[in-house]
């Protein structure tokens, strides 16, 4: 599977920005997915989780009320609306299978969150 994440930007605290993560291959559809965030010297982190048919979703406390995650199967697109967005959030965003993730990574798309 490959994995393009865009939409990320440079945003003012309190602002809005949408990400989208466009996967390649089969097997989109039949997996849980998420979105991860790895801020300069941090770990990489899971921030919003949903399943595969997107019934359900999980959301990490620091972005809980603020972003939602949703997918589109019928496009193998994923999305990551984030509203509220503090300096905090500042990080490259990535998407990826859970709990286990596929074998690449794609390329991130950097959100910064100016005060």
């Known amino acids: 599977v490959q994995l393009v994440e865009s939409g990320g930007g440079l945003v003012q605290a309190g602002g809005s920005l949408r990400l989208s993560c466009a996967a390649s291959?089969?097997?989109?559809?039949?997996?849980?997915m998420g979105w991860y965030r790895q801020a300069p010297g941090k770990q990489r982190e899971l921030v919003a989780a949903?399943?595969?048919?997107?019934?359900?979703?999980n959301y990490a406390d620091s972005v809980k009320g603020r972003f939602t995650i949703s997918r589109d199967n019928a496009k193998n697109t994923m999305y990551l609306q984030m509203n509220s967005l503090k300096p905090e959030d500042t990080a490259v965003y990535y998407c990826?299978?859970?709990?286990?993730?596929?074998?690449?990574w794609g390329q991130g798309t950097q959100v910064t969150v100016s005060s």
């Open positions: 291959g089969s097997t989109f559809s039949i997996n849980a």
């Open positions: 949903i399943t595969s048919g997107g019934g359900s979703t």
């Open positions: 990826n299978a859970v709990p286990r993730v596929f074998g690449s």
